[in-house]
């Protein structure tokens, strides 16, 4: 099946994080893309099997970050942080000629509840009606900034 714009981008995405070493056991090349709608995460490390999710944005200032990122479903999301769990996130930026990129990461320590806001449920008239997204804010008050990492 063809895949989306957007799904190129998460795709793009994905592979450049691979490139990235984990952030935990410092290996390179080892993190990989799960399969599509694996629950709350993108990637998974090979070695030690760190995972995180990985979100990508087209902003022609690749230095800024955006203010909203589109999360996926809010159900499972809900479901991990009413039991503790977050997942570390990369944040890649890229302009729409992919001339340009950031990669830019926050730890799970430093995420807040407040980060995550459900979206209202789809109407009937939507493709999956009923279905519940959420947004990840990053100029909140309360939440802690990605920091840049280097692109390796
Ligand atoms: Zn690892």
Same mark, same amino acid.
């Given at each position: 099946?063809?895949?989306?714009?957007?799904?190129?981008?998460?795709?793009?995405?994905?592979?450049? %994080?691979?490139? /990235? =070493?984990?952030? +935990?056991? #410092?290996?390179?090349?080892? @993190?990989?893309?799960?399969?599509?709608?694996?629950?709350?995460?993108?990637?998974?490390?090979?070695?030690?099997?760190?995972?995180?999710?990985?979100?990508?944005?087209?902003?022609?200032?690749?230095?800024?970050?955006?203010?909203?990122?589109?999360?996926?479903?809010?159900?499972?999301?809900?479901?991990?942080?009413?039991?503790?769990?977050?997942?570390?996130?990369?944040? %890649?930026?890229? /302009? =729409?000629?992919? +001339?340009? #990129?950031?990669?830019?990461? @926050?730890?799970?320590?430093?995420?807040?509840?407040?980060?995550?806001?459900?979206?209202?449920?789809?109407?009937?008239?939507?493709?999956?009606?009923?279905?519940?997204?959420?947004?990840?804010?990053?100029?909140?008050?309360?939440?802690?900034?990605?920091?840049?990492?280097?692109?390796?």
């Amino acid at each position: 099946m063809a895949r989306t714009r957007r799904q190129q981008l998460g795709d793009y995405g994905e592979k450049l %994080v691979g490139k /990235s =070493p984990c952030p +935990k056991c #410092k290996r390179v090349k080892t @993190l990989k893309q799960l399969p599509i709608n694996f629950a709350c995460a993108d990637i998974i490390c090979s070695f030690c099997g760190f995972l995180a999710q990985v979100k990508s944005a087209e902003k022609e200032n690749v230095d800024i970050l955006p203010k909203y990122l589109l999360g996926a479903a809010w159900g499972p999301q809900k479901d991990h942080m009413d039991s503790g769990i977050y997942f570390p996130l990369f944040i %890649v930026v890229v /302009s =729409p000629d992919r +001339k340009k #990129k950031a990669l830019y990461y @926050l730890p799970a320590d430093l995420q807040s509840p407040e980060m995550f806001v459900p979206r209202k449920p789809l109407t009937s008239a939507a493709k999956r009606p009923g279905w519940q997204g959420f947004t990840i804010r990053l100029d909140g008050e309360e939440s802690h900034k990605p920091v840049r990492l280097k692109i390796a």
